[in-house]
């Protein structure tokens, strides 16, 4: 089985790609501990190509699926995903023209790593398939416990 994953950019030289391959802690139900997923993710920006390890959290991915899926039928809001342990940061917003910009943060450790600012440029014809790949992501990897627990 092929593991999920959304990709920002269509252009060979620009995009940013999250692949979710497992839980972290497979063993835990629970929502703390349970909603860490390992994440492969790959940027190609200019002359930069690069492919880093990261942890993720479900809830993260869930929360940034809920913030893109309007962005199809407005054109002009934004969405941010933002991780706990700053590995990635992705603002994206829309001109109101069908064209979106994804502002970029990158980091190769858990919060004190190596950093990496770009921008990703797409337009409304992508929407659908990073909120499908986030769909798979989050079905795969659907968010455990509860918040309080």
Same mark, same amino acid.
């Given at each position: 089985?092929? !593991?999920?994953?959304?990709?920002?950019?269509?252009?060979?030289? !620009?995009?940013?790609?999250?692949?979710?391959? @497992?839980? @972290?802690?497979?063993?835990?139900? +629970?929502?703390?501990?349970?909603?860490?997923?390992?994440?492969?993710?790959?940027?190609?920006?200019?002359?930069?190509?690069?492919?880093?390890?990261?942890?993720?959290?479900?809830?993260?991915?869930?929360? $940034?699926?809920? &913030?893109?899926?309007?962005?199809?039928?407005?054109? +002009?809001? !934004?969405?941010?995903?933002?991780?706990?342990?700053?590995?990635?940061?992705?603002?994206? @917003?829309?001109?109101?023209?069908?064209? $979106?910009?994804?502002?970029?943060?990158?980091? +190769?450790?858990?919060?004190?790593? @190596?950093?990496?600012?770009?921008?990703?440029?797409?337009?409304?014809? &992508?929407?659908?398939?990073?909120?499908?790949?986030?769909?798979?992501?989050?079905?795969?990897?659907?968010?455990?416990?509860?918040?309080?627990?």
């Amino acid at each position: 089985m092929q !593991s999920p994953s959304f990709k920002i950019g269509a252009s060979a030289d !620009s995009h940013l790609e999250v692949t979710v391959s @497992a839980r @972290a802690h497979p063993a835990c139900t +629970d929502y703390w501990d349970g909603n860490w997923v390992r994440a492969n993710v790959a940027i190609a920006t200019g002359a930069f190509r690069g492919t880093y390890e990261a942890t993720l959290r479900s809830e993260e991915l869930l929360g $940034f699926k809920n &913030q893109l899926r309007p962005l199809g039928g407005a054109l +002009d809001g !934004s969405a941010t995903f933002k991780t706990m342990e700053e590995w990635l940061l992705i603002e994206v @917003a829309g001109n109101g023209k069908g064209h $979106f910009r994804a502002k970029c943060v990158a980091k +190769d450790e858990a919060g004190i790593g @190596a950093i990496l600012t770009f921008e990703v440029l797409f337009d409304q014809t &992508q929407l659908s398939e990073i909120v499908r790949g986030l769909d798979a992501i989050c079905a795969a990897f659907p968010v455990l416990g509860g918040r309080g627990g």
